[in-house]
């Protein structure tokens, strides 16, 4: 989940998690990323919510984030992202799917 930090982002990222889904939030700023999921915590969803680093104009980034779901659970079921609008995303995401798959 992209821009989870706030606004429409964290409130559907929340959603997901209420209804058992295992969400990663991301925020470029990790201190607000961090502080997101603390606040979450709160609606007792430490089970369904982690947080990891992501800038979705940083291609190391976004490498970064498909390192991590693949190696932390296997696959991607669901890409919600709030900032797919600006077309350098829609690039960036095609690469994330394509890492995680394993189809350099």
């Given at each position: 989940?992209?821009?989870a930090n706030k606004g429409i982002g964290y409130g559907i990222c929340k959603k997901l998690a209420l209804n058992g889904i295992v969400v990663v939030l991301t925020a470029r700023n990790e201190e607000r990323g961090l502080e997101a999921v603390e606040r979450l915590k709160e609606f007792g969803l430490s089970d369904f919510v982690v947080f990891h680093?992501?800038?979705v104009t940083d291609p190391s980034?976004?490498?970064s984030l498909?390192?991590?779901i693949k190696t932390r659970f296997g696959k991607l079921d669901i890409l919600v992202s709030v900032t797919i609008?600006?077309?350098s995303f829609q690039l960036l995401f095609r690469?994330?799917?394509l890492l995680i798959r394993n189809r350099h």
């Open positions: 989940m992209t821009g680093q992501l800038d980034s976004v490498t498909a390192h991590f609008f600006f077309p690469k994330l799917v």
